[in-house]
């Protein structure tokens, strides 16, 4: 993608094209079907599946969940291997809206780290449970430590897992400061960081604010406004990897913080 396009937010908003109500009613059908669908599949099969087939299922899953949706997912840069043969990556990135969330499933299942609060969340918390999500109580200076110790677990087992170290969402047109604690987990376990640029795009190529999930817009009012678009375009900018290797312990993670998120401003031009 050329910068142009990537600095575009500077241009009018415009409206992008809505769906029919009959539309909106189907895809609000199928969503909820898919979802029962996920949690019988989550107590059913998932436990009997190994570890590549539940990758697997969750892959599909939100890949089905994007098109029921007509999301088209845009792919930039170098991609990690194939969830059967990527291990102890770190996927760091800006985060949007809860779609961004099943676009990097659909490329390669990961356990996220999340806030706790989902937890409790009705029929999404008992999926991000059996997603084997690593949640985390934020504000807990006890709890930031035992997160990056499991992070770092999860990762010398050989897991891949997101981190979203703004903690929290924007509408897009910013970032908001990264924090670099979980960020210790690589370095202590010689991972891979992929850094990933996340921006949602309008057909003009201006950025589209509407699918945020940010602010106080709840999760209903973001599922809507993702219903009554005709396509949501999102796309992934995956930049170099960042080998820590054997010189990891050399290095601190208040700078490779600093580093990811001056990498992903830059290629998002904010």
């Given at each position: 993608?050329?910068?142009?396009?990537?600095?575009?937010?500077?241009?009018?908003?415009?409206?992008?094209?809505?769906?029919?109500?009959?539309?909106?009613?189907?895809?609000?059908?199928?969503?909820?079907?898919?979802?029962?669908?996920?949690?019988?599949?989550?107590?059913?099969?998932?436990?009997?599946?190994?570890?590549?087939?539940?990758?697997?299922?969750?892959?599909?899953?939100?890949?089905?969940?994007?098109?029921?949706?007509?999301?088209?997912?845009?792919?930039?840069?170098?991609?990690?291997?194939?969830?059967?043969?990527?291990?102890?990556?770190?996927?760091?990135?800006n985060h949007i809206s809860w779609l961004d969330i099943h676009a990097i499933n659909s490329l390669l299942p990961v356990r996220f780290i999340a806030k706790s609060d989902i937890k409790s969340w009705p029929v999404f918390g008992y999926l991000a449970k059996k997603s084997q999500v690593l949640f985390i109580e934020r504000g807990k200076r006890q709890h930031a430590t035992r997160i990056v110790?499991?992070?770092?677990?999860?990762?010398?087992?050989?897991?891949?897992?997101?981190?979203?170290?703004?903690?929290?969402?924007?509408?897009?047109?910013?970032?908001?400061?990264?924090?670099?604690?979980?960020?210790?987990?690589?370095?202590?376990?010689?991972?891979?960081?992929?850094?990933?640029?996340?921006?949602?795009?309008?057909?003009?190529?201006?950025?589209?604010?509407?699918?945020?999930?940010?602010?106080?817009?709840?999760?209903?009012?973001?599922?809507?406004?993702?219903?009554?678009?005709?396509?949501?375009?999102?796309?992934?900018?995956?930049?170099?990897?960042?080998?820590?290797?054997?010189?990891?312990?050399?290095?601190?993670?208040?700078?490779?913080?600093?580093?990811?998120?001056?990498?992903?401003?830059?290629?998002?031009?904010?």
């Amino acid at each position: 993608m050329t910068s142009s396009a990537l600095s575009s937010h500077h241009l009018p908003i415009t409206q992008e094209a809505t769906t029919r109500r009959l539309t909106r009613y189907y895809r609000l059908t199928r969503i909820a079907l898919h979802t029962l669908n996920g949690v019988a599949m989550a107590a059913m099969v998932m436990p009997l599946s190994s570890k590549n087939g539940r990758l697997a299922i969750i892959l599909w899953w939100s890949k089905t969940l994007l098109r029921i949706l007509n999301v088209q997912v845009k792919v930039y840069g170098q991609t990690p291997p194939t969830y059967a043969s990527a291990s102890n990556n770190l996927l760091v990135a800006n985060h949007i809206s809860w779609l961004d969330i099943h676009a990097i499933n659909s490329l390669l299942p990961v356990r996220f780290i999340a806030k706790s609060d989902i937890k409790s969340w009705p029929v999404f918390g008992y999926l991000a449970k059996k997603s084997q999500v690593l949640f985390i109580e934020r504000g807990k200076r006890q709890h930031a430590t035992r997160i990056v110790d499991l992070t770092t677990q999860s990762l010398k087992a050989g897991d891949n897992v997101c981190l979203f170290p703004e903690g929290t969402t924007t509408d897009g047109t910013c970032i908001a400061p990264f924090k670099g604690s979980v960020m210790q987990s690589a370095l202590q376990a010689k991972s891979t960081v992929w850094p990933i640029a996340i921006r949602y795009s309008r057909l003009d190529g201006s950025i589209n604010t509407e699918v945020a999930y940010a602010g106080d817009t709840t999760l209903v009012e973001s599922i809507l406004s993702v219903v009554g678009l005709q396509q949501t375009i999102l796309e992934l900018h995956f930049l170099a990897p960042i080998s820590l290797g054997q010189e990891a312990a050399q290095q601190h993670r208040r700078d490779l913080t600093e580093h990811i998120q001056q990498l992903i401003t830059k290629k998002l031009k904010l």
